[in-house]
């Protein structure tokens, strides 16, 4: 790490006319990382607008990197550890490395609330509590914003898209010992739910709605399967994670964020499903 006694300086050179002054001063400043905003706030260094949107890109620069070199780690996990920690790598680059809430407490408090009101662990129960008392639901409006991929945003903010909402509902379920599984259906992804008694589909993305074999072969998106056969759809993590991946592409190239769209595409290309 530089001397952050320099750091004043530095910050003022920022704008400079040369590009090689310009990118001596980027090298300079990402030595320091993660601490950056954190020591520019220690030194009381006021930013003014340019400034700031410098800093911001250089430390999402920085952040770029980071989830880059650090993507394959979660792949030489077991596959009960493979989802939760792939998209909470992805949650801690959209939402900011330095943001304070991360995905597994998050998920660990919400499993605890639901243990804390029921007797029973139960997964049409657990949607019930998720997608009606807790409010986690889809997205209509801004259905292909990215953040509707970030499970710590979902859980703070109740919004997502079907796989993020799905993910959670798993994830959730995991940490109660319940058996629900992906399901890749065309076009819109559930959750597959399954107890000694009984197995039903479950949109998370309409309110935990359970789904039987006759509202399933009723549905123009899900013609020709039934509950029973939807097991042939249900899907792993590298699975999951790289529909995660396809709809961050999509989401971000939408949103103008290229780097970020090459970014997602990048990790899609090495994010092979395990067939």
């Known amino acids: 790490m530089s001397d952050a006694g320099q750091l004043p300086y530095l ?12 990118a001596a001063v980027h090298k300079e400043l990402l030595t320091f990382g993660d601490h950056l905003l954190s020591l520019i706030q220690d030194q009381e260094i006021l930013l003014d607008k340019h400034q700031k949107s410098l800093i911001d890109n250089l430390l999402k620069d920085h952040d770029r990197k980071w989830l880059r070199d650090s993507w394959s780690e979660w792949t030489i996990l077991d596959e009960e550890q493979r989802l939760e920690q792939a998209l909470g790598r992805l949650a801690e680059f959209q939402s900011g490395r330095d943001y304070p809430a991360k995905l597994t407490p998050l998920l660990d408090k919400l499993a605890e609330e639901y243990d804390a009101l029921n007797t029973i662990k139960d997964p049409f129960r657990l949607a019930d509590f998720l997608f009606k008392e807790k409010g986690l639901k889809g997205a209509r409006a801004d259905y292909y914003k990215p953040d509707n991929s970030n499970l710590v945003y979902v859980i703070e903010q109740k919004r997502g898209i079907p796989i993020s909402l799905a993910c959670i509902y798993i994830l959730v379920g995991k940490r109660l010992g319940l058996d629900i599984r992906g399901c890749n259906f065309p076009g819109h992804f559930l959750a597959r739910a399954t107890t000694k008694d009984e197995v039903l589909l479950v949109d998370c993305y309409d309110a935990g709605r359970l789904l039987s074999d006759e509202i399933i072969v009723n549905s123009e998106d899900t013609e020709g399967y039934t509950v029973l056969n939807s097991k042939d759809l249900l899907v792993d993590s590298y699975h999951i994670v790289a ?33």
């Open 11 to 22: 910050i003022k050179l920022l704008g400079d006319d040369s590009d090689t002054v310009r």
């Open 243 to 275: 529909r995660v991946l396809r709809n961050l592409v999509e989401a971000y190239d939408q949103a103008g964020f290229e780097a970020d769209s090459k970014l997602m595409f990048e990790l899609l290309k090495v994010t092979a499903p395990q067939d």
